[in-house]
């Protein structure tokens, strides 16, 4: 069964430097997603991509946050400057064509900025 | 911003019990969908509703739209120790972003 693929699990980084997450979303799927899981809150919308550009991002994602799909496969979250209140669980999700709504979740990576 | 909160926060049961829990939201949304999450994992779907008063299975989880599109419930029955978890509703409004909004979340604990 198609599923979303992550990496790292776990990025360990220091406060102001970069880290980029990866993800492979399911391979025919047309819509991509962000979400973050700060320890033992709610799942939070940062950012949702389609036809290679952003179409709606939530307030946490600043100027210090991008997105990028640069090839057909890889979906990338990009953290330009690290801060403490960044560590948290990321997760990439994925739909398919207009008209399904549903959306498959990774595996998460879990950075923490120290 | 939406609020979407879920009752109870934790639960308790016995292997075997049957288990109800809702999801009440402060705005309308035309789809639901409830998902799962194991310890340090991420969000697994488990049921997806379209149509306000839909009732629909997955094995022994199935799951309801509300009447008013403000609320949604799920009922696991005959639960087993694997159902031991966090159950999320997550809520959206159909459009070309369609971003999930979750609930606040449903501990499940199952003991022998």
């Known amino acids: 069964e198609p599923e979303v693929t992550q990496t790292p699990s776990h990025q360990v980084t220091q406060m102001g430097q970069e880290v980029i997450l990866r993800c492979v979303p399911i391979s025919n799927h047309l819509y991509f997603y962000w979400y973050r899981q700060i320890l033992g809150q709610k799942v939070e919308f940062l950012v949702s991509?389609?036809?290679?550009?952003?179409?709606?991002k939530s307030e946490i994602f600043d100027d210090q946050f991008s997105v990028e799909r640069p090839d057909g496969s890889n979906f990338t979250l990009k953290i330009r400057s690290t801060k403490l209140e960044d560590s948290a669980m990321y997760f990439c999700?994925?739909?398919?064509?207009?008209?399904?709504?549903?959306?498959?979740f990774g595996p998460g990576t879990r950075l923490t900025v120290t | 911003g939406q609020q979407l909160n879920q009752s109870p926060q934790s639960m308790f049961i016995q292997e075997g019990e049957d288990v109800s829990m809702n999801c009440t939201s402060s705005?309308?949304?035309?789809?639901w969908l409830w998902y799962k999450q194991d310890p340090g994992e991420g969000p697994v779907l488990l049921i997806a509703l379209y149509k306000a008063g839909e009732l629909t299975s997955n094995g022994r989880l199935t799951a309801q739209f509300g009447i008013t599109r403000k609320d949604s419930f799920l009922n696991i029955s005959a639960s087993i120790p694997s159902d031991v978890g966090i159950y999320f509703c997550?809520?959206?409004?159909?459009?070309?972003?369609?971003?999930?909004?979750f609930g606040t979340g449903t501990r499940l604990q199952v003991t022998l």
């Open positions: 997550a809520g959206l409004y159909t459009g070309t972003a369609s971003k999930l909004t």
């Open positions: 991509f389609y036809n290679n550009e952003i179409s709606e």
């Open positions: 705005s309308i949304f035309n789809t």
């Open positions: 999700a994925s739909r398919g064509r207009a008209g399904s709504y549903e959306q498959y």
